[in-house]
């Protein structure tokens, strides 16, 4: 079983679509958490950041992390043909062996249609 | 501001050959990490290296070696290549080596072997 679990999609929604991703996790020691953007053939960019447990808020984006429930999510409101691309998830745990060792899930991958 | 950069762009080799794959971190960081993505898959951890020492060090076999040089640049080395071993190379950079430093991704090296 996987780290980190991710429906690959793909996910098609319409333009000005809520797009909603999520993934889970079976290691409780994961305590930050992180959604990418890639771009086909490209790197990964940060989208969202969230330490522990609750949601954060970046413009059109929305992260949640629910540590009880191993579960973490990104909204997208008003979703643009711009926003088409595989989201990632990423998490890393406290220790010293696990810092900087990012878990990502598979990506979903995300097309809005105009 | 000049990103995370990486070289060369794409590469193809074949079977049993050995490749050096480069990265310059973002000014003022310190730590580099690099990462394997398979297609359709998400990154998987290989290594990471802070202050020119390895830090951490993912499941991949001994083929797979790196180094940080003193301004801070890496090297990632893959011996006797396998046809499993073509994938998008990253390199993510980041202030520490610690969970709470966030990791930037470079646009990766496609190698291709034949």
């Known amino acids: 079983q996987k780290e980190v679990e991710q429906d690959p999609g793909p996910l098609s929604v319409p333009e000005g679509a809520i797009v909603s991703l999520n993934c889970t996790y079976s290691?409780?020691?994961?305590?930050?958490f992180m959604w990418y953007r890639q771009y086909s053939r490209k790197g990964p960019e940060l989208l969202m950041y969230?330490?522990?447990?609750g949601n954060k808020e970046d413009g059109r984006f929305t992260a949640q992390v629910d540590k009880s429930s191993k579960y973490i999510s990104l909204f997208i409101r008003d979703s643009q043909p711009s926003d088409s691309a595989t989201y990632l998830c990423?998490?890393?745990?406290?220790?010293?062996?696990?810092?900087?060792?990012?878990?990502f899930g598979a990506g979903t991958q995300v097309v809005v249609t105009p | 501001d000049a990103g995370v950069t990486q070289s060369p762009t794409h590469l193809i080799k074949t079977r049993g050959q050995q490749v050096t794959l480069r990265c310059s971190p973002i000014?003022?960081?310190?730590?580099v990490s690099w990462y394997q993505q398979v297609l359709g898959q998400g990154p998987q951890f290989i290594f990471q290296?802070?202050?020119?020492?390895?830090?951490g060090r993912g499941n991949f076999p001994d083929r797979f070696s790196a180094r940080q040089f003193p301004n801070y640049s890496s090297e990632l080395n893959v011996n006797a290549l396998l046809l499993g071993d073509s994938a998008l190379y990253l390199c993510?950079?980041?202030?520490?080596?610690?969970?709470?430093?966030?990791?930037?991704f470079g646009p990766g090296t496609r190698l291709t072997v034949l």
């Open positions: 993510a950079s980041s202030t520490r080596a610690s969970g709470t430093d966030t990791q930037y």
């Open positions: 290691n409780s020691a994961f305590q930050y």
């Open positions: 000014s003022g960081h310190k730590s």
């Open positions: 969230t330490y522990s447990s």
């Open positions: 990423a998490m890393s745990g406290t220790t010293t062996d696990s810092w900087g060792k990012l878990q």
């Open positions: 290296y802070y202050e020119k020492e390895e830090r």
